[in-house]
T-cell receptor, first 114, second 113 residues
Framework: GENVEQHPSTLSVQEGDSAVIKCTYS??????FPWYKQELGKRPQLIID?????GEKKDQRIAVTLNKTAKHFSLHITETQPEDSAVYFC?????????????FGQGTILTVHP | EAGVAQSPRYKIIEKRQSVAFWCNPI?????LYWYQQILGQGPKLLIQ????????DSQLPKDRFSAERLKGVDSTLKIQPAKLEDSAVYLC???????????FGPGTRLTVT
């Protein structure tokens, strides 16, 4: 089955700096890669996703890049703000197939210091 | 648009007792997922339904866990008997179709003592 590794496990930045979180996946058949943000005691919220036919996607201060050859994808947050502090999870799946379940990474605790 | 609803939000039980969780997905979403999230870890899929049929239950501990989705809408997840290691947050999610964007409910925090 799919295995997703996420790094780093914790990340501390100053407000205004950029933050990058990286994930690798094992199954070359995976074609859908979402990122979720989870604040303490809250539900995971989808913040951005990318499909395997696209190399990069951007939404305001967040962007995701995908390298299918190397089987890794990354989340980039620019101009970080204290409200970006949360746990971020990457995930991978074979969307549209009977293997459409999401396999999640272990999570990254992001702390943005004012 | 109303989100995914779950109840109860919190539950404390003793080991060997039974417990049930309820989920109401976003209207029109055919696919429903139950995840287990242990503290400090990412969610792990327990079972996935497409309408009222099971698509994937490979990681469901079937000796104690069961789930159903009658009529292809609401779903219940049951644990009987509970063990200490079942303490976790149980998240329900739904998507329009298999593998589409998944939206999560608020979860049920289960504590087994």
């Amino acid at each position: 089955g799919e295995n997703v590794e996420q790094h780093p496990s914790t990340l501390s930045v100053q407000e205004g700096d950029s933050a990058v979180i990286k994930c690798t996946y094992s199954d070359s058949a995976s074609n859908y890669f979402p990122w979720y943000k989870q604040e303490l005691g809250k539900r995971p919220q989808l913040i951005i996703d990318i499909r395997s036919n696209v190399g990069e996607k951007k939404d305001q201060r967040i962007a995701v890049t995908l390298n299918k050859t190397a089987k890794h994808f990354s989340l980039h947050i620019t101009e970080t703000q204290p409200e970006d502090s949360a746990v971020y999870f990457c995930a991978a799946s074979q969307a549209g197939t009977s293997y459409g379940k999401l396999t999640f990474g272990q999570g990254t605790i992001l702390t943005v210091h004012p | 648009e109303a989100g995914v609803a779950q109840s109860p939000r919190y539950k404390i039980i003793e080991k060997r007792q039974s417990v049930a969780f309820w989920c109401n997905p976003i209207s029109g979403h055919a696919t429903l997922y139950w995840y287990q999230q242990i503290l400090g870890q990412g969610p792990k899929l327990l079972i996935q339904f497409q309408n009222n049929g099971v698509v994937d239950d490979s990681q469901l501990p079937k000796d104690r866990f069961s789930a159903e989705r009658l009529k292809g809408v609401d779903s219940t997840l049951k644990i009987q008997p509970a063990k200490l290691e079942d303490s976790a947050v149980y998240l329900c999610a739904s998507s329009l179709d298999n593998g589409g964007k998944q939206y999560f409910g608020p979860g049920t925090r289960l504590t087994v003592t």
